[in-house]
């Protein structure tokens, strides 16, 4: 967000809704809570995060293949990966309006602790929390709610036919890194990385896409020799902040949470969360733990199939332990439109003139208009450019603006617009976060030259057409 107009998620939502980002899922249904359908804008800002993740975790390296393995999963597969008993979150009624909590958030945010009674596993509610949403002191004691969706894969819908849809990518992963080692040429430390949705029956869905019970992850399992987990969890977390900085999320609204000993899983050896100031709070982007061999030791001993790494120099055999840096493509979307967000004010005329962040509550100072802009980091704006002929009566210059249009398009997302005045084009691509302005007039019929218009300083310069695509393709690099 800009320094001086604070986005609110209100402004954000709407934004979203009225350009084509994300729509509430299911919306002409009513919707249903916890699903959000990605727009034509919102689909591209999706593919740019997961091509840019791809690109320098798996593309750009000699140590990491990808994978894309099913989403239902052997339901044996979760019960090693400790999800059947494991995978839950403490739910809370309230006996007064009947609603719904998550426990543990509940509590936080009255300032108070989740306790444990006296076996030391079931959890108890502190005394004086209240309901969140009606304020009375009517909460059920919490009940462990698993969150995974459960469906019946065939048929007959007997418990023999139970499985789950997965609540993370990791477990293909683990499951398949036999195949993977004996087909590729991957020779330790390597890693696997995938891409794709993952689903939680999450009690409590909020801030927009935030907290969603269908999402999708960004993860990489980097399996290393046994005693080099603290040299490589410290290399992920550095390469994943560089990354962040990389798709324009600068390093001053990111920030580390390190878990402490006793918020470890037992396995764990060291786990560091990349979070982001969000307008309602700082909140987690990736989780990047150390999870030594606790994945490929539990399927090694619930399939009875050996996973180890043979090194053929030291001729030892043993099983790898693992880094994995876990991503969410939503949040990651949901960081960038915070970020890009911006109320300013710009002068009318489209002359070259600075643009300033608006002043709420102010008048607009004369020859101002008000403006929203989404200030993308090139590599990651939905459409890289947009040409616009300067009138639409005039033939010559459509055709001229269309040719142009029809190149740039083969190679990226790229809008023609043709209806309104020239400063209302600029208004509606600043808003979707459209870099460059390519606008074609009478003198382009002369020499060939157009006017390129920066989205953030709003100049404009004249270049021949034959170097806009250079440009456009320096600009994302
Ligand atoms: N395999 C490890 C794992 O799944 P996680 O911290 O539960 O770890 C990883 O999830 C990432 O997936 C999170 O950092 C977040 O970006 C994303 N994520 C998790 N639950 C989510 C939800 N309900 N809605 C949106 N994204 C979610």
């Given at each position: 967000m800009s320094e001086s107009s604070p986005a609110s998620m209100e402004a954000i939502v709407s934004l979203c809704k009225r350009r084509g980002f994300i729509f509430q899922g299911s919306e002409i249904y009513g919707g249903l809570n916890g699903f959000w359908d990605y727009g034509p804008l919102g689909c591209e800002l999706k593919r740019n995060i997961r091509e840019a993740w791809w690109r320098a975790v798996v593309q750009r390296r000699d140590d990491v293949v990808g994978l894309d393995s099913a989403i239902i999963m052997h339901p044996r597969v979760w019960e090693a990966s400790g999800h059947v008993e494991g995978f839950t979150d403490p739910m809370v009624d309230c006996r007064c309006c009947r609603r719904r909590f998550r426990a543990d958030q509940v509590c936080e945010e009255q300032g108070l602790k989740l306790e444990r009674g006296l076996d030391g596993r079931t959890l108890k509610l502190p005394a004086g929390v209240r309901c969140p949403a009606c304020g009375a002191a009517e909460l059920t004691e919490?009940?462990?709610?698993?969150?995974?969706?459960?469906?019946?894969?065939?048929?007959?819908?007997?418990?023999?036919?139970?499985?789950?849809?997965?609540?993370?990518?990791?477990?293909?992963?683990?499951?398949?890194?036999?195949?993977?080692?004996?087909?590729?040429?991957?020779?330790?430390?390597?890693?696997?990385?995938?891409?794709?949705?993952?689903?939680?029956?999450?009690?409590?869905?909020?801030?927009?896409?935030?907290?969603?019970?269908?999402?999708?992850?960004?993860?990489?399992?980097?399996?290393?020799?046994?005693?080099?987990?603290?040299?490589?969890?410290?290399?992920?977390?550095?390469?994943?902040?560089?990354?962040?900085?990389?798709?324009?999320?600068?390093?001053?609204?990111l920030h580390r949470y390190v878990y402490g000993p006793d918020e470890l899983a037992h396995y764990a050896s060291a786990c560091v969360?990349?979070?982001?100031?969000?307008?309602?709070?700082?909140?987690?982007?990736?989780?990047?733990?150390?999870?030594?061999a606790f994945d490929l030791g539990r399927h090694q001993e619930f399939s009875g199939k050996p996973l180890q790494y043979f090194d053929p120099e030291t001729r030892e055999r043993f099983v790898p332990h693992v880094v994995e840096p876990s991503a969410g493509v939503d949040r990651i979307a949901l960081a960038l439109l915070c970020e890009a967000y911006r109320e300013e004010w710009v002068p009318t005329a489209d002359v070259p003139g600075e643009p300033r962040p608006a002043e709420p509550g102010q008048p607009l100072p004369e020859g101002y208009e008000a403006r929203t802009v989404l200030r993308f980091a090139p590599c990651i704006a939905p459409v890289k450019a947009a040409v616009f002929p300067l009138l639409k009566n005039k033939p010559a210059l459509v055709a001229r603006a269309r040719e142009l249009y029809e190149s740039l398009r083969e190679r990226w997302p790229v809008f023609y617009d043709l209806q309104g005045a020239i400063g209302r084009r600029y208004r509606r691509q600043d808003e979707i976060g459209t870099p460059i302005g390519i606008t074609v007039d009478f003198q382009t019929l002369e020499d060939d030259t157009v006017t390129l218009r920066?989205?953030?300083?709003?100049?404009?310069?004249?270049?021949?057409?034959?170097?806009?695509?250079?440009?456009?393709?320096?600009?994302?690099?």
């Open positions: 919490p009940r462990s709610f698993n969150l995974m969706f459960k469906t019946f894969v065939g048929p007959v819908e007997d418990s023999s036919a139970v499985t789950y849809l997965r609540p993370e990518t990791a477990q293909g992963i683990f499951a398949n890194f036999d195949n993977v080692l004996s087909t590729s040429r991957v020779k330790i430390p390597f890693g696997i990385a995938q891409i794709g949705k993952a689903f939680r029956n999450e009690i409590n869905p909020r801030n927009f896409t935030f907290r969603s019970r269908e999402f999708e992850q960004m993860e990489l399992e980097f399996f290393i020799r046994p005693g080099t987990d603290a040299e490589w969890h410290e290399y992920w977390v550095a390469e994943r902040l560089k990354w962040y900085a990389s798709i324009g999320l600068p390093e001053g609204r969360d990349i979070t982001y100031e969000f307008p309602f709070g700082t909140q987690e982007l990736e989780g990047i733990a150390a999870r030594g920066d989205r953030d300083t709003m100049q404009q310069i004249r270049v021949p057409a034959a170097e806009v695509a250079d440009r456009i393709a320096a600009a994302i690099r």
